[in-house]
């Protein structure tokens, strides 16, 4: 069992920037493959970015690409979504995920693949 908290959310202009984290405890965090979604009012979740275990491999939704950027610290089981050049359209609940795999490359898009997430931290950007 993993527990995920996620933080860093708030209100922020357009063109602003915010770094949520999201803290794992439980089992080893190394084994994990990470995900950030993300969920709009009146809209499905959708896929924000992903990280392998050890961090080699990325992938992120088109709408975000070049703009946010997720890490992860393994020491500190933590995973990290930097959103720069925030937009209105950015606005959302964001759950952090966590899936296992044996394969180090695996960062899938797909939210069926995660077995534990996160209670989502409220980002609105708004003038």
């Known amino acids: 069992q993993v527990q995920l908290v996620e933080s860093g959310g708030g209100l922020v202009q357009p063109g602003g920037s915010l770094r949520l984290s999201c803290a794992a405890s439980g089992r080893t965090f190394g084994n994990y493959f990470m995900g950030w979604f993300r969920q709009a009012p009146d809209k499905e979740r959708e896929f924000v970015a992903a990280?392998?275990?050890?961090?080699?491999?990325?992938n992120y939704a088109d709408s975000v690409k070049g703009r946010f950027t997720i890490g992860r610290d393994n020491a500190k089981a933590t995973v990290y979504l930097q959103m720069n050049s925030l937009k209105p359209e950015d606005t959302a609940v964001y759950f952090c995920a966590a899936g296992v795999t044996s394969l180090d490359s695996t960062a899938p898009l797909q939210s069926s693949r995660y077995n534990y997430w996160g209670q989502g931290t409220q980002v609105t950007v708004s003038p």
């Open positions: 990280m392998s275990r050890s961090g080699g491999n990325t």
